[in-house]
């Protein structure tokens, strides 16, 4: 016959309002320790106001603090029908004793002991068993004990010797505040002013408001168009009922004539003061209701309801909100670096902007940066040559003065023949002077792309390229036939250039015989200087052979380098491809790397002893392409026909 | 006497029911003693002759409690209504926030009227202050009884209303118009919070 404490009716789903502020903070403390401070606790409001959600809230704040504690909740009907059921099985003491073994007794609608005199005895004789326990006692009622008809006056002594204490009417910001908060938990929500709207009619119950908003979430359900508030006042029941003509606060409903004249006397006595001495009161309260319905700390409103009088409340609210717009501001970019920033607590605290900008400039510099040029790649380590010098002059200029020269700095060349390295050596000179530099390739671009649109991140994605100070793009020809990707490219392109930020882009083929390359990307790329890289002639790749030589071997041999540059190469990076090859055969027959070791290597004078290591047990085409060469190198080699049936094998795979 | 100190958080409302001898004044004080809760209301004090009129006066606290954060204490007092007894009719007068005149509706009470309503202007303009400035509400006071023998608000506000000021029909011993009367003299005076006028 216990009812189990309903899991809604908590604290935290209590919205707390002038009307309920005194009775909630002595539930809660009774809560906090039951017995000691108020014993009994006798809480009386009109119905609908909240008084078993408060009763309830007290027994599931009380067992989270002490889960071993002894809760019971139960209606007064209840309390008397186990009463005459015990009487009846002749069990009276058992059943004292059983309440007498609770810790927190929770009694709801006490108002039903008008005329039980024998009740009243027996909640008498248990209210003092369990004050002299220590155990605590609470009750409910729709009236205050001297209303009670007929009560027994040491009851009514016993409950004043507690606390005794009324729910009002909830005010219109309260309303307001419920209205939100059920809305939200309903997943339902509605146009500006709707709730408003009708949390301006002077519904005093919160039940009937809840049923109003049941009514406004049908409505919207069957509706195609929003709700307007003025439907929503009709809705609502405001029809008949005159809205509080904007007024904020109001009095309690007339209670039936003569029943609580001074209450109701009182009540507009309220409204009227409240109006006219704390119309500033009223103003900031309205925006701490607000504000903390958001979610944000408002101890800077309520430090300002704690005073006497302020002098400028309106100005002390407009900087209240420009801090919080602030705040907004600053959590919807944190949000967009780092997805997780969006909830921080520190995004919500008005109180502590510094707080808030010091995590978002943390969200900015913790962000992962764009790729970075690789530092292997140097302006210093580039061979200049008659063929490169224009590219590398340009590169210079770009260095020297980003973003004014040339922008963007689009190099055009063969594969391998330097273009990455001139574009990282260009990136690592522009990184010297400060913020972060992107440099990567167009697949990778593409390829970041798409995590960030699986990840739902593209914003926080763009907004890495978007902080960079400088952007350059390797073997932009790649991107041709991509559309989402070009998209991305022409807007970062603008930004860039409309920022003067520098741009510099490679591509293996010129630009106009790029087909899936868009025009608008295309012209704009034209629009700032293309130059041409060409194949490094033999004087520049022996020079570069010569220096890997040296860097590898710790000894320069020029003989080695200049056979090396003697070979057939139409790129540096075929030319590097021969040397990794003589590295590798020197290496595996452990001879150090000369001319003569090159020539039997590339020349195919290969020792006799030489050739069966080199082939493999698998079956395969028998081109054998440099350990490092490339796929476009001269110097793939056929060292052995295959037999006819595996190369018509090979050819269908 | 100050009507709202901001420094105590105080608000303090001083309202005289005014009127003539019999008209009805401490049977309005008593209604509202009556239905005020015990921890609301002071000691209602009463000085009367054994024929039970008003020798000095009544004066009935009222603890509103906190309203906003102000300590809000109204305090209702009557002037006795016998011509004789002006000199306590014009103490009590000293700083009120609000005046109620109680006026007795019998036809033949007419002229007692007019001369305790003359008396309040004089009263008040001895004091400097002009009845025009001066929340005044009127309760027109005994409507219960038979028709012939009275006059009907319309009547009332014709013969005594002037300037149009809130008025209400009561029978103060059954309480009717009582705490509508009472209101309607609080709002004028609170509302005058707002414009800082020291309403006294």
Same mark, same amino acid.
């Given at each position: 016959? *216990? ?55 007290? @027994?599931?704040?009380? +067992? ?163 709700? *307007? ?67 944000? +700390? ?133 990184? @010297? ?30 907004? +890495? ?16 036939? *991509? ?22 882009? *490679? ?12 025009? +608008? ?133 | 006497?100050?009507?709202?100190? &901001? ?49 000095? &006066?009544? &004066? ?32 009590? /007068? ?19 009227? /007019? ?63 009582? &705490? ?9 005076? /609170? ?10």
């Amino acid at each position: 016959m *216990t009812v189990t404490l309903n899991p809604l009716y908590r604290f935290d789903t209590f919205v707390v309002g002038a009307a309920n502020r005194l009775a909630v903070t002595a539930a809660k403390a009774v809560a906090e320790s039951p017995g000691t401070v108020y014993n009994p606790l006798f809480i009386y409001a009109r119905p609908g106001l909240g008084k078993t959600h408060l009763l309830m809230g007290i @027994g599931h704040a009380a +067992r989270t603090i002490n889960p071993r504690l002894s809760v019971e909740y139960l209606t007064l009907d209840e309390f008397i029908e186990a009463f005459h059921a015990a009487i009846a099985a002749g069990h009276g003491a058992a059943y004292r004793q059983r309440f007498l073994d609770v810790d927190l007794l929770l009694v709801d609608d006490v108002q039903f002991l008008t005329h039980r005199r024998e009740m009243q005895a027996e909640l008498l004789r248990l209210t003092d068993a369990l004050q002299a326990a220590n155990r605590q006692i609470v009750l409910t009622s729709d009236r205050s004990p001297a209303e009670i008809e007929a009560l027994d006056d040491r009851l009514i002594r016993r409950f004043a010797g507690g606390l005794v204490i009324d729910v009002s009417a909830p005010d219109y910001e309260t309303r307001v505040a419920i209205l939100r908060r059920k809305a939200e938990e309903r997943r339902a929500t509605f146009g500006e002013g709707v709730l408003d709207a009708v949390a301006a009619i002077e519904i005093d119950n919160v039940r009937e408001l809840l049923g109003a908003l049941n009514r406004l979430m049908a409505f919207q359900s069957v509706s195609d168009a929003p709700l *307007t508030p003025a439907q929503a006042r009709q809705l609502a029941g405001g029809a008949d009922k005159a809205p509080s003509a904007g007024a904020p606060v109001e009095p309690g409903p007339a209670p039936p004539p003569g029943q609580d004249e001074f209450g109701d006397f009182l009540s507009e006595i309220t409204a009227t003061v409240t109006q006219q001495v704390d119309a500033w009161r009223t103003k900031v309260g309205a925006a701490l209701l607000r504000w903390e319905g958001e979610g944000f +700390r408002t101890s800077r409103l309520e430090a300002l309801l704690e005073q006497e009088m302020v002098t400028d409340p309106e100005a002390a609210i407009r900087a209240f909100e420009a801090d919080v717009h602030r705040l907004i501001e600053m959590r919807a970019e944190a949000a967009e670096l780092a997805p997780e920033l969006a909830g921080s607590p520190v995004f919500k605290d008005p109180g502590d902007l510094a707080g808030a900008e010091a995590e978002l400039q943390r969200a900015r510099d913790g962000t992962n940066p764009p790729p970075a040029p690789s530092p292997l790649w140097k302006m210093e380590d580039l061979v200049e040559s008659a063929g490169n010098r224009m590219a590398l002059e340009a590169a210079r200029a770009v260095t020297a003065a980003p973003g004014t020269r040339y922008n963007p700095l689009v190099i055009i060349g063969a594969g391998g023949i330097g273009k990455t390295h001139l574009l990282h050596a260009i990136g690592n000179a522009l990184a @010297g002077r400060g913020g972060p530099v992107a440099c990567l390739s167009a697949p990778e671009f593409t390829s970041e792309l798409i995590d960030a649109i699986n990840r739902d991140a593209v914003p926080a994605w763009r907004a +890495r390229y978007r902080r960079s100070s400088a952007f350059l793009l390797d073997d932009v020809h790649l991107a041709a036939e *991509t559309d989402r990707t070009q998209d991305e490219l022409f807007v970062l392109f603008n930004q860039f250039a409309d920022s003067g930020r520098q741009m510099v882009f *490679t591509s293996a083929a010129p630009l106009a015989s790029l087909e899936g390359l868009e025009p +608008r990307l295309r012209t704009r790329l034209e629009g700032g200087l293309v130059v041409e890289l060409p194949v490094p002639d033999a004087d520049v790749r022996e020079r570069v052979i010569a220096r890997d030589l040296t860097a590898r071997l710790g000894a320069p041999d020029q003989a080695l380098a200049t056979y090396l540059a003697s070979r057939p190469a139409d790129s540096m990076r075929a030319a590097q491809g021969l040397v990794q090859r003589v590295l590798a055969t020197a290496e595996e027959r452990h001879v150090p790397p000369t001319a003569t070791l090159a020539r039997e290597v590339l020349e195919g004078l290969a020792p006799a002893d030489t050739a069966p290591a080199r082939r493999t047990p698998v079956r395969s085409s028998g081109i054998v392409a440099p350990t490092a060469g490339g796929a476009r190198s001269r110097e793939k080699m056929i060292w052995e026909w295959p037999e006819v049936g595996d190369r018509i094998v090979e050819e269908w795979r | 006497m100050s009507l709202v100190n &901001f420094t105590a958080r105080e608000i303090t409302c001083k309202i005289v029911y005014y009127g003539p001898g019999r008209s009805g004044k401490t049977t309005n004080l008593q209604y509202i003693y009556g239905r005020v809760p015990e921890s609301r209301r002071g000691r209602m004090v009463s000085l009367a002759t054994q024929t039970d009129r008003t020798l000095f &006066f009544d &004066f009935l606290p009222l603890e509103l409690g906190n309203i906003s954060g102000f300590s809000t204490k109204f305090q209702l007092y009557t002037v006795p209504g016998q011509s004789y007894y002006n000199a306590t009719r014009k103490l009590v /007068l000293q700083g009120a926030d609000g005046v109620v005149f109680v006026a007795d509706s019998q036809a033949r009470r007419f002229d007692d009227n /007019l001369e305790s309503l003359q008396n309040l202007q004089d009263n008040l303009l001895a004091q400097g202050v002009d009845i025009r400035q001066l929340p005044v509400v009127f309760q027109y006071n005994k409507q219960d009884l038979p028709h012939d023998l009275i006059l009907s608000q319309e009547e009332m506000d014709d013969a005594l209303n002037f300037r149009e000021v809130p008025s209400f029909a009561a029978d103060a011993l059954q309480g009717n118009g009582v &705490f509508e009367t009472l209101r309607g003299v609080s709002e004028i005076v /609170l509302k005058r919070l707002a414009a800082g006028s020291p309403a006294a």
